[in-house]
């Protein structure tokens, strides 16, 4: 009640002063809609949602909008919450349709504005748009570059802040700013279909529908505070919302569960039961009251946000049978997408011309020739740290962490020659082991054009993330060593911001690597920074690790992949995928899910 009188007079006044279509005025109304709801004023509350919120999901491409930061980002998730308990009141299929674009909007994030990105570059044909269009892309990463480390400096004690950088940076951005309109202008005028495919709007049940084939179906959950809202969509239904009473914090409990049994391919024998008791209590929460829809689809679309972001829907168990034969991926291949505008950004997105089985990778880099090769160990990075009490003191020196010390990956040559050849690759060209797996051969790759022309392209390496390194600030992939991570232990390391200058064109990008699909917890994300760098650089789909892979078992699922995808040239990549998940799955050393359930579509889950 409190509330009111203010929500009502700052969203009129926004709307007055700025215009009722503008970001801030649209979530003033939305806020005052929000307000109006918890104050008991239902009815006129979700008149005012109705009101408002189109304004804001048809913000073309929210992510991309400079002035959405912070708490315009955060508010978002309250609004949509709010909406989505008050329409529940009253379901209809105009609200189905709104709620699902509000999930959209709420869950816009850098992963979506990658996807858009690498579907605008690949459509263009125009010569010199394409750098011009890069161009405006790098500005707009720099200038969040440059708030990320104003906000960090807001955040720092007096005696450690540099004002006069901080000064500079904010000019910085004035300048870029003013350089990202005159870009924008000069796309818009040569590229009309430029906002829709750079910042596409988020779109609705009947565009989704469009875009499905009649064995397919579109899932979209969106947890909250309170409850786990999911949408299906399919070609010749009418969609369905359905709430699921279960929370944002219980949610992530029971993923926390599921993956303390999942990230157990190290541990061999002594690994644990999987909760198979919580894969089953969620499907029954949130799959269950809509298998109606979901009878006879073979191609589950997902977008998840959160907590589910973490755990491949693969593992959920049906209850439909006995033992093994009531996993979801026995029932329906399944690919993720970020988000529902970011879905239909790839179907645009151009197919390569040429070989349609070319491939380029990289496996079994050369950390140190003094480390012994171990076969069938876990692909994950334990190095030993070299500490001392002065280094608890202050940051540590570049050099504690050996790289010489990483564990070397000497099954992954296997796994990149078998998929060279499965693809009629000629290994001794398209293949990089030992100290030729370098950073250098990759970017040199690149340079030259040879990327550009590969359908499929492969890292059988480590993963590494922020802070397994010192100054290690980003995601990474480990490759060869070059004698510079002596001086500099980072050197090596194909990084993120390597990986955003890639020049791809590729139908598949595959990280065989630990947690390069690992969640970081927020709802934005659902994707690590490796493979939101490799969306910009311009693949169509990741094949991507939920945890720590076993070598082994890894090697049999990504090459049956391929294997499948070849020998079946009408297959989508999705069932290419579950069908080797499920030869791996029926082997009885590999019946745990930690075994067959670490890979992940995410993408174009189509051929």
Known sequence: QQA??????????????????????????????????????????????????????????????????????????????????????????????????????????????????????????????????????????????????????????????????????????????????????????????????????????????????????????????????????????????????????????????????????????????????????????????LEAELAGKTHLIVVAAGALAQIPLAVLDTGTGAGASSWLIQRSAISQSPGAGAWLALQGARAPAGNASTFMGWGDPLFSAAVPATLGSTRKTEIPRAQTAADLEKEEPRGALRYDLIPPLPETRDEVVAIARTLSADPLKDTFFGAAATRASVLEASRDGRLATRRVILFATHGLVAGDLPNLNQPALAMAADGREKENVLAPLLTLEDVLGLKLNADWVVLSACNTAAADGSSEEALSGLARGFFYAGSRSLLVTHWAVESDSAMRLSTGTFEHYVANPAAPKAESLRQAMLKVMAMPQYAHPAFWAPYALVGDGGR
């Open 4 to 289: 009111l009188p203010w929500a009502r007079d700052h969203q009129a006044r926004l709307s007055a002063v700025l215009g009722r279509g503008h970001l801030s005025a649209a979530t003033a109304r939305a806020v005052h809609a929000w307000a109006l709801f918890d104050a008991g004023q239902q009815e006129v509350a979700l008149a005012a949602f109705d009101e408002a919120l189109p304004f804001l999901v048809n913000q073309a491409g929210a992510a991309g909008d400079l002035n959405d930061q912070g708490l315009q980002r955060l508010l978002r998730r309250d609004i949509a919450a709010a909406y989505l308990r008050a329409a529940s009141l009253a379901p209809d299929a105009q609200r189905t349709d709104l709620g699902l674009r509000v999930a959209d909007w709420v869950q816009s994030s850098s992963v979506l504005q990658a996807l858009a990105d690498a579907a605008a570059r690949s459509a263009v044909s125009q010569p010199g748009l394409q750098d011009l269009l890069r161009r405006e892309q790098d500005i707009r990463n720099e200038i969040e570059a440059l708030y990320r480390y104003l906000n960090r400096q807001d955040n720092e004690s007096e005696d450690r802040r540099t004002p006069q950088i901080a000064q500079q940076m904010r000019e910085r951005v004035l300048v870029l700013q003013g350089e990202h309109r005159q870009a924008r202008d000069v796309l818009a005028k040569s590229f009309p279909d430029f906002d829709r495919l750079m910042r596409p709007q988020s779109p609705g049940t009947k565009e989704i529908a469009s875009r499905l084939k009649p064995d397919e179906a579109f899932l979209q959950f969106l947890p909250t505070a309170s409850a786990t809202y999911v949408w299906v969509v399919t070609q010749g239904g009418a969609a369905r919302l359905h709430r699921a009473e279960i929370g944002d914090v219980a949610l992530a409990e029971v993923v926390k569960r599921l993956r303390a049994t999942l990230d157990v391919a190290g541990q061999g024998s002594a690994a644990p039961a999987f909760a198979r008791a919580d894969a089953a209590s969620l499907y029954q929460l949130l799959l269950r009251p």
